[in-house]
């Protein structure tokens, strides 16, 4: 399938009529046309015939960039060069915004088009009314062959193209073999879930090379068991693994976009008990259809918008409760795709729960052994897939996976189940529930149920398995691994925080979001200005813009790991604080309470600190830097003997100090 509204050569755009143009391109254009689109475009063909007589080549206008949800105005293949043109037609001024748009696409391209990956990529805004100036010294060239954003008018747009040109002179561009290249985007999950639910395919958003499995597989896996369980009237639930990062959420978000329509009984729902998730898609969801809509000219209330986008993703608590109403009705979905099931909770915090908030004092369930319960009550099929993140539980009461397989020994034998083999990873700590769950009469494990390769960062596949070594002290693996990612994956430390904050802000480019992530336990980092008690709204933290002070790009609020966990940055800062220190005998676990540090004796409260580190360590797609403080000996609270033990042990991993 062809990206690009209208692709030809340079020679025969330059011949062929504006009106031909203009009838491929509306042919293409998939919402109503507004007369002002039909302008611009009139506007760039004009300036384009004017701009490359002397070239050949060839052009491609609206070319698409699924992973992001948009399309570039104009795509220049000449020589050596792939020029990304924005226009904004009538404009006088460059909006910040409006440069990290062209940035962004140059950016896509380079990292995401496979024949793109060597080539010099040329993003230009042009803002056809503007006084620009140009010379030869606004070519600022990064190191991966990334031209920094030229800012151009109608009438410069010539020299600049002669002189990028002159200035660049490599190899040429094959423009059949550019155009049949690979596109190898990871999306971040907001980016996946605004694709997706706008009916992009996961096969268009995410990696096809062959060292990730591909998402789509795991995907279809999941569909055939849904049409099956439908055909032959089965209750099923499949338990999907992964590593940090390797799509277990984008496989969810797609299964239920195939399934929107309420009127079919293929209907289902995505299920989060994560706060923060849910809250940052649903608005980001809202946000993009509102702005969808007013494109396409048409007209939506964000209020609507977010309506819809409620029944698509709900909480997993607000699904529960609205089950308990009526404990014999089925509901809505047959069904249901549980994130994080790991996450949800035990049978005495169930039950503590239901017996304080909900009135509910002969409540006798967990969690995982009631939400099953719901979709049982359907009389004829139903699906349950429990996404199951290893080492990811961080709250009190977070059962793991062991109960789901418990429950459905207890109450659920006739079930049909379907494991992911890698269950058995001491990560997801359900050996034992694994060997007693054989037992039952359906049971298969399928290897398509495992997602093993992280696609949160292209560019450090292995970053899960070194942040599991650092905190499993194999140093010698972990300095192993980190020579292997550190050419792509830059992880440096430093003990200044305004080094750390200016670090990122010189590697983050275009949109490219960065901020400051925190244990929920680091209470003596106050002197740094980072106060985890003040609470951060994820919603602003993750989709505003760097105008906004309450945006992550500003590093005013740190957020912590209960609200990044399952969401991701490009460029993370990850502060270091003394409630997880380490020593010659290994990791020591602490906790701050009045004033003064008290350790922590129970290894269940330890494992959610330690996992905390590991949710923090693994939200960075790009690149990370970790501040480990000074401390300050006339401050019994922060001695420097609390920091130093665990910079030293970085420092002896390999981690190049800033």
Known sequence: MKRWHYGSTIGEFLLASEQEILGKLVEKHAFSLEQTQRNAWAEQISILKNTLGPYAGRIYFEYSIPRMGKRIDVVLLIESVVFVLEFKVGEKEFPVCAIDQVFDYALDLKNFHKKSHHATIVPILISTQSNVKFTTTSIESGSDGIISPILANSKILPNIIADVLRFFNGESLDPVEWEQ????????????????????????????????????????????????????????????????????????????????????????????????????????????????????????????????????????????????????????????????????????????????????????????EFLISCLDRHPDWAVVV???????????????????????????????????????????????????????????????????????????????????????????????????????????????????????????RGSERYGVVVSSQAQRLKPHAIDVKSPVDPIHWFLDGKDDVRSSYYMEDVATEFQVQGLELDWACVAWDADFRYSPAGWQHWSFVGDRWNRIRKEQRQIYLKNAYRVLLTRARQGMVIFVPHGDDEDPTRLHEFYDHTFDYFHRIGLEDL
């Open 181 to 368: 290249s690979q596109y190898q985007p990871t999306p971040t999950i907001i980016e996946a879930a605004m694709a997706l639910y706008s009916g992009h395919s996961v096969s268009e958003i995410s990696r096809s090379d062959a060292g990730a499995i591909n998402l789509g597989i795991t995907s279809d896996t999941i569909s055939d068991i849904i049409h099956e369980s439908k055909v032959q009237c089965h209750k099923s639930i499949c338990f999907v693994t992964g590593v940090p990062g390797s799509g277990k959420t984008l496989v969810g978000l797609n299964i239920a976009t195939r399934h929107l329509d309420r009127d079919t009984d293929l209907y289902s729902v995505f299920l989060s008990g994560n706060g923060p998730l849910v809250a940052v898609l649903r608005e980001a969801l809202a946000r993009d259809q509102v702005k969808r809509a007013r494109e396409s000219g048409r007209t939506s209330r964000k209020g609507h918008a977010r309506s819809e986008v409620k029944a698509f993703i709900q909480n997993v608590h607000h699904f529960r409760d609205e089950c308990l109403i009526d404990i014999k009705k089925p509901p809505i979905e047959h069904v249901a795709l549980f994130d994080e099931a790991q996450r949800a909770w035990d049978l005495q915090q169930t039950v503590n729960f239901m017996s304080r908030k909900r009135d509910k004092a002969d409540f006798n369930r967990s969690e995982p």
């Open 386 to 508: 429990c996404l199951v993140g290893g080492g990811q539980e961080i709250n009190t009461g977070e059962a793991g996976i062991s109960e789901w397989l418990e429950s459905l020994l207890r109450s659920f034998p006739d079930w049909h189940v379907y494991i992911s083999p890698r269950l058995a990873g001491a990560e997801y700590r359900a050996e034992d529930m694994l060997q007693k769950i054989k037992q039952l009469s359906h049971v298969a494990f399928r290897d398509e149920l495992h997602l093993a390769v992280s696609m949160r960062s292209f560019r450090a596949e292995h970053l899960a398995l070194f942040v599991q070594q650092l905190l499993d002290l194999q140093a010698g693996q972990a300095s192993e691994m980190l020579e292997k990612i550190r050419e792509k994956y830059p992880i440096v430390m430093t003990r200044d925080l305004a080094k750390a904050k200016k670090w990122l802000r010189k590697k983050a």
